[in-house]
């Protein structure tokens, strides 16, 4: 058995970790190890297209929500609102 030595912090909403958990428990699951499983067929299946798409759409929100912080930091700094 492989040793699971590291690991992998990933933010999510208040919803998604709400319905990561009810997913997990609706397994019998813990949070963790269901996760690794949904990581584990996700990875075994990156040439699908939904796959590809969820990483496109996650990568277009990231840079939205990059923007938006830095927009905010600008405000912030000098003194006017976003």
Not at 9 to 38: C, K, M, Q, Y
Not at 60 to 67: G, I, P, T, Y
Request: hydrophobic fraction near 40%; aromatic fraction near 2%; avoid cysteine.
């Amino acid at each position: 058995m492989t040793k699971l030595d590291k690991h992998q912090l990933v933010p999510l909403t208040s919803a998604e970790l709400e319905s990561l958990r009810e997913a997990a428990h609706i397994h019998d699951a813990t949070n963790g190890i269901f996760s690794r499983a949904l990581l584990q067929h996700a990875m075994a299946h990156l040439d699908d297209p939904e796959v590809q798409e969820s990483i496109a759409e996650e990568k277009r929100a990231a840079a939205q929500r990059l923007s938006d912080g830095a927009k905010r930091a600008v405000a912030h700094r000098w003194g006017a609102r976003p």
